[in-house]
């Protein structure tokens, strides 16, 4: 399941996936790491959230400061 959603990640448009740590826990996935904006957490919510299989997502991204 990591690997599906890292893969919908670096293919999206909207999300840079290298600062994005997946981690998955049965059909919890939890993800960490800095992103450029609220938009970009967002959508990689979305993301994980829209994978099959996945039960709860949990959000600890934080966004960058300018």
Known sequence: MTAKIKSKMVL???VTARGIDVDTSG????????????DE???AVRLARETKGVT?????????ES
Do not use: F, Y
């Open 56 to 64: 709860k997502v949990v959000d600890k991204l934080r966004v960058r």
């Open 27 to 38: 059909t919890i996935v939890t993800l960490t790491g800095v992103v450029r904006s609220a």
């Open 12 to 14: 999206d448009d909207d």
């Open 41 to 43: 957490r967002d959508r």
